[in-house]
Every structure is written in C-alpha cells, then in structure tokens.
T-cell receptor
Framework: SQQGEEDPQALSIQEGENATMNCSYK?????LQWYRQNSGRGLVHLIL?????REKHSGRLRVTLDTSKKSSSLLITASRAADTASYFC??????????FGAGTRLTVKP | NAGVMQNPRHLVRRRGQEARLRCSPM?????VYWYRQLPEEGLKFMVY????????ESGMPKERFSAEFPKEGPSILRIQQVVRGDSAAYFC??????????FGPGTRLTVL
C-alpha cells in the first residue's frame, strides 16, 4: 500500500510563481524522497532528505521535513513551463521498504 | 481494484544464479516501469515497457539484465548470473496512460 500522500492532487500556476506541494506519511521513516515524472517517462530523483534534517535546497527546489507532523513540503520557486510534471514523495520507513504517494500533477502555464 | 503486486517480496540468491522478479500491474494498466534502488539512494530508472514492447531501456545494464511484459501474465525482470552488486530493492510501477504511476511494494534481492 502507498504510505505517502501528496496534496494537492493537481496544481495549476502561472510561470514565475512558486509551487508548493505537500506530503504526509504515517510511520516513522529513515528518509523521504521527492521525484518528478514527466509524461511518458520514468521517475527522476530530485532530492532526499534524512529524518534528522529539517530543510534541504537544490537549485530552485526547497524541501522541508517535519517528523513531528509526519509531513514534508516541496517548494519550486520561480516556476517554468518545463516544471510541468507529476511530483511524488516516497518514504523509507524503518524497515527500508519504500512507499510512494499518488503524486501531485503540476501544470505551469507560460 | 488491487494495487500493483510484486513477488517475491524478498529473494535470496547465490552468486551466479538467476533472479526472476515479477510485477503484476493494476487492472487495465498497459504500461510498466522498473526501478532499482540501492541502500540510502533514490530510485534509478531501468526500463519502460508496454504490452509486448520495450519502449525505453536506457537504464538497463547492457549485460545479464532483461525485461519483458508479455501479452498475458506479469512483467518479468530477469537477472542472470547475479553478483553481489545486484543486491538492491527493485520496484515496478504501472500506469494506464503514461501520466501517472502506481508503485508496487518492491522486491528486495540479496545476493550472497
């Protein structure tokens, strides 16, 4: 079963705006990962944040992790049309098996 | 509608043996993706298949690895003559339309 749950399920914004996606999970984790999937292609790993980290940056991406609330957020700043994709979070519970959410479909309008 | 199923969940092989991993997609899904995950790393794309066709195998090692998705039955990821470096979790995902992927629970392969 899938553990991570992203919200919103779909998000539509204008180019240049920021996009925020959230992920909630149920059990304790070792790390949480965010992935992007462009239509018709496999997943691309974006960023991994460990359970003892609170925030991580990579380019225009910012990920936060709140283990007390069992939630994470992915912020994409200054979005571009090329950011249009589905975004998934995946969690690695203590037993190291990964669990994926259903994803957020982001549309960035030029 | 049952989710994506993978079996076995855990597989132990000795070096030189063959490993067969199975993935049954969700009902109505004709697209299957295979990924490999090494410990503490993200997923790495291996191969994308549609029924009876390999669409993209750019992530598959050139030797010993093969995948199929027959008209009937599950998708199979086959690893011949396994080596210790093949130890990993292997995930498959299925999709009805190439846009959304639904993941299975994974198969953890251990090579002794």
């Amino acid at each position: 079963s899938q553990q991570g749950e992203e919200d919103p399920q779909a998000l539509s914004i204008q180019e240049g705006e920021n996009a925020t996606m959230n992920c909630s999970y149920k059990t304790s984790i070792n790390n949480l990962q965010w992935y992007r999937q462009n239509s018709g292609r496999g997943l691309v790993h974006l960023i991994l944040i460990r359970s003892n980290e609170r925030e991580k940056h990579s380019g225009r991406l910012r990920v936060t992790l709140d283990t007390s609330k069992k939630s994470s957020s992915l912020l994409i700043t200054a979005s571009r049309a090329a950011d249009t994709a589905s975004y998934f979070c995946a969690t690695a519970p203590d037993n190291n098996d990964m669990r994926f959410g259903a994803g957020t479909r982001l549309t960035v309008k030029p | 509608n049952a989710g994506v199923m993978q079996n076995p969940r855990h597989l132990v092989r000795r070096r030189g043996q063959e490993a067969r991993l199975r993935c049954s997609p969700m009902k109505g899904h004709s697209h299957v993706y295979w990924y490999r995950q090494l410990p503490e790393e993200g997923l790495k794309f291996m191969v994308y298949l549609q029924k009876e066709n390999i669409i993209d195998e750019s992530g598959m090692p050139k030797e010993r690895f093969s995948a199929e998705f027959p008209k009937e039955g599950p998708s199979i990821l086959r690893i011949q003559q396994v080596v210790r470096g093949d130890s990993a979790a292997y995930f498959c995902a299925s999709s009805p339309d190439r846009d959304r992927e639904f993941f299975g629970p994974g198969t953890r392969l251990t090579v002794l």
